[in-house]
C-alpha cells in the first residue's frame, strides 16, 4: 500500500519515495510539460507559473530520476562561461571542445546563471543542468557560492572550474595557471630594460588571479630593491574599457609611469589606446606588459608582450579531468596550475633617456 505523507509520497515503512514530475505538475495545476519547461530553463512559462513551480521543486525536494548512463561516446558536458565574447573564453573554448571532440563528447556551451532565471541558488541550477542531460560541467571564472557548490554535489553532477575568482574550495576540481609566476617575470622583464616607476594595473581586487599577479609584481619590485609607489597600483577590470580608463588616469599623473603591467591583454589595449590618446609612443615612450597571449596579441600594433597562459591546454585538461570525474574516477590533486613564460615582443622597450626614474 503507498500512503501520503503531508505532500509527498511515501512507502509502508514511511520512507518517502522520489517525487515525481507528475507530481509536482498536480500540485501546481498545471501539465506536466510545464514543470519540464521550467526544470530546462525555457522562456515560455509565465512569470507567476515559474515560480510556484520553483518552489514547489525545492519544497517538494525534488531530484530528476538516474539516467542510464550514455556510452562513453555519446556523453554531454556543459561548458558554461560568464561571458564568452572575450578572447580569454575563445582560447578556453577552443581547448575544451578540441579534447571533448577527441573523446567523443558533446560540448554545450551556455552562460553562467546569476540568479535571474531561479537557478543561481542551491542545487536548482544543478538539477536543471542534469534535467538538460548533462554529464558534468566546467565553468569558466564564475563566482561560485558555497550554496551552488552543495547543489552540485547534492545531485552528484560532476564540476570543474577554470581559473576560480576566488581561491578554489578544497572539494572541488580546478584548474588556474601560474598567475604569481606571470606577474614576477613580466615586472622583472620590465625592471631589466631600465624601468623603475612601474605601474600594475589590476582586475577586480578580490579575483584571486588578479591578487596572485598583482603579488607577483610587487614581489619582483622588492627583489630589485625597488619602491613601490601605492599610486600606480590600481585595481578596476579584466577589459578593455578597464585598461583605457585606468591607464588614462595614471598617464595624467605629475610623475606619470614609464611601463605599465595590464592584469590581460585586453586590458593592455586599453593601456596602449589610452597612450596614444596622450600623444605617447609604445614602446619608445611607454612600455605595456599584458596577461594571456590571447590571438590578439601578435596581431595588434605594436605586436603585445606578455604573458603567455596556455589556456587550450587549461581547457583540454578541465575537459579531461571532468570525464574522469564522470567516470567515478579519483582526481587528486583537486587544483592544478599549468606554468606560464613571457614572450617579448615589440610594446617593450627601455625608458627615454632621463625618464626611468630614480635607480
Not at 321 to 350: F, I, K, N, Q, Y
Request: proline residues 7%.
Amino acid at each position: 500500500m503507498i500512503r501520503r505523507r503531508g505532500d509527498l509520497v511515501a512507502d509502508d515503512a514511511g520512507r518517502p519515495r522520489r517525487t515525481t514530475l507528475t507530481a509536482i505538475a498536480a500540485a501546481a495545476g498545471v501539465s506536466t510539460a510545464t514543470v519540464s519547461k521550467v526544470l530546462n530553463g525555457r522562456d515560455d512559462v509565465g512569470a507567476g507559473t515559474r515560480a510556484l513551480v520553483q518552489r514547489l521543486l525545492v519544497e517538494h525536494e525534488y531530484r530528476p530520476a538516474p539516467r542510464r548512463r550514455p556510452p562513453a561516446d555519446r556523453r554531454t558536458v556543459g561548458l558554461v562561461f560568464d561571458d564568452f565574447t572575450s578572447p580569454y573564453a575563445t582560447e578556453l573554448l577552443r581547448g575544451v571542445t578540441d579534447a571533448g571532440t577527441a573523446a567523443g563528447v558533446d560540448v554545450v556551451v551556455g552562460r553562467f546563471s546569476d540568479g535571474s532565471s531561479g537557478y543561481g541558488s542551491g542545487a536548482q541550477w544543478a538539477r536543471r543542468l542534469v534535467g538538460a542531460g548533462r554529464d558534468g560541467v566546467v565553468v569558466v571564472t564564475s563566482d561560485l557560492t558555497a550554496q551552488q557548490v552543495a547543489g552540485f554535489s547534492e545531485v552528484r553532477l560532476p564540476l570543474v572550474v577554470v581559473d576560480p575568482v576566488h581561491p578554489p574550495q578544497a572539494d572541488v576540481a580546478s584548474v588556474g595557471a601560474t598567475n604569481w609566476t606571470g606577474g614576477l617575470s613580466a615586472t622583472e622583464h620590465l625592471i631589466s630594460l631600465g624601468h623603475r616607476r612601474i605601474a600594475h594595473l589590476g582586475g577586480p581586487a578580490g579575483a584571486a588571479v588578479s591578487q596572485a599577479r598583482r603579488h607577483g609584481y610587487r614581489a619582483a619590485m622588492e627583489n630589485a630593491g625597488l619602491p613601490v609607489d601605492p599610486a600606480l597600483v590600481v585595481d578596476g577590470g579584466f577589459g578593455f574599457e578597464a585598461g583605457l580608463d585606468l591607464a588614462t588616469r595614471l598617464l595624467a599623473l605629475q610623475d606619470p609611469p614609464t611601463a605599465v603591467f595590464a592584469v590581460t591583454d585586453v586590458c593592455a589595449l586599453g593601456v596602449v589606446q589610452a597612450a596614444r590618446a596622450r600623444g605617447l609612443r609604445v614602446p619608445e615612450d611607454l612600455s605595456v606588459v599584458g596577461f594571456d597571449d590571447t590571438y590578439l596579441a601578435p596581431w595588434v600594433t605594436p605586436a603585445l608582450t606578455t604573458v603567455h597562459t596556455p589556456l587550450q591546454e587549461m581547457g583540454r585538461y578541465a575537459l579531461q579531468v571532468l570525464l574522469r570525474l564522470v567516470e567515478g574516477e579519483p582526481v587528486d590533486p583537486h587544483h592544478v596550475e599549468l606554468a606560464t613564460d613571457l614572450v617579448v615582443r615589440d610594446s617593450t622597450g627601455p625608458p627615454r633617456a632621463g625618464a626611468a626614474g630614480p635607480a
